[in-house]
């Protein structure tokens, strides 16, 4: 029409960017997933030192052990690793975030609290159902606890986007527990125990480093 001013034609949409969360995730896969090979190498090695220096049997139950205390592990879990990697996640703000990871954490202290105090009881039917002595039972329930404490921590902090320290958790679980077999080794201790005790100061020292990015968390 006569008088009236052209239209400009519309500007082109924006392309599409990768979002924060998006960029978030990737870093931290990358960092877990190195790490994370890390830690398999490094536990690879410390069964074949065992499987080398402490024989068929010793290292047979060793595995024994370890594959009940597996069992063991997911009554004090109970879904725990999931829930902290999850809550977390979802909550915006600082204070809301620290509020659910302490509430999540304390409910699977006295969830591991009610656990051992059922199973105690039971141990000795349960030990000789297994074909364990008491040494090798109470062994397998450290374990057992030691590694859901370990999956909780780990995954407060996935759900709390500390991918780096979530990767070097397992690092540090799997050079420690190779250092200490090491050490063992070297002192002439060729027994399937000191295999145990190797996991066992592993699962507390990576504890203990997981814990320490959570302190502001756990109130």
Known sequence: MPGKEPQLPAPAAPRPSWSGTAETFLKGFSWIAALFVLARVLSLLTQ???A???GPAEFG???LILALS???QILPMLGFPLAMSRFAAS?????SRARTVSST????LFWTAASLTFLTPLSSFLAAAAGMDGHEWVLCM???????????????LQGLTRFRQRGFVEALYGTAALAVF????????????YLIYSYIAALGAAGVYGLFPLRSHLR
């Open 182 to 193: 090491v050490s063992f080794l070297l002192r002439g201790r060729f027994s399937w125990d």
């Open 61 to 63: 139950k060793t595995s």
């Open 48 to 50: 074949f030192l065992a």
């Open 142 to 156: 450290a374990i057992a606890f030691l590694t859901a404490a370990h999956l909780v921590i780990g995954g407060s």
């Open 105 to 108: 954490f304390l409910l699977f």
């Open 70 to 72: 597996s069992v063991i």
């Open 91 to 95: 909550v915006a703000d600082d204070h």
């Open 52 to 54: 080398k220096f402490l």
